[in-house]
Nanobody
Framework: QVQLVESGGGLVQPGGSLRLSCAAS????????MNWYRQVPGKERELVAG????????NYADSVKGRFTISRDNAVNTVYLQMSSLTPEDTAVYYC?????????????WGQGTQVTVSS
């Protein structure tokens, strides 16, 4: 059974840091591109960061460059999002996303989301 489980969200003060984790099961994890998205009520889901299967290439939204770092540990089937210098504008539900590429096309999987609230 394919499953993505996020953890690590919570309440943090502006300027603080959080690390999100996403544990994957039911996949050949190292073959997946992994992404973090976020969404606030009334807005579309936004791609925050992505990383290739080997971890060699990472990409970031302009709004988080220099503050967020995506990484992965293929030995434990987990992807991370280290967030620092957080601002209230980072408040959102953060979703883990896995993309599996096959001959028939790409298939996407989603976690249940974890709330991040940045507030004093």
């Amino acid at each position: 059974q394919v499953q993505l489980v996020e953890s690590g969200g919570g309440l943090v003060q502006p300027g603080g840091s959080l690390r999100l984790s996403c544990a994957a099961s039911g996949f050949s994890f190292s073959r997946l591109r992994m992404n973090w998205y976020r969404q606030v009520p009334g807005k579309e889901r936004e791609l925050v960061a992505g990383i290739t299967g080997t971890g060699s290439i990472a990409n970031y939204a302009d709004s988080v460059k220099g503050r967020f770092t995506i990484s992965r540990d293929n030995a434990v089937n987990t992807v991370y999002l280290q967030m620092s210098s957080l601002t209230p504008e980072d408040t959102a539900v953060y979703y883990c996303n896995a993309v599996e590429f096959a001959i028939t096309g790409a298939k996407a999987y989603w976690g249940q989301g974890t709330q991040v609230t940045v507030s004093s």
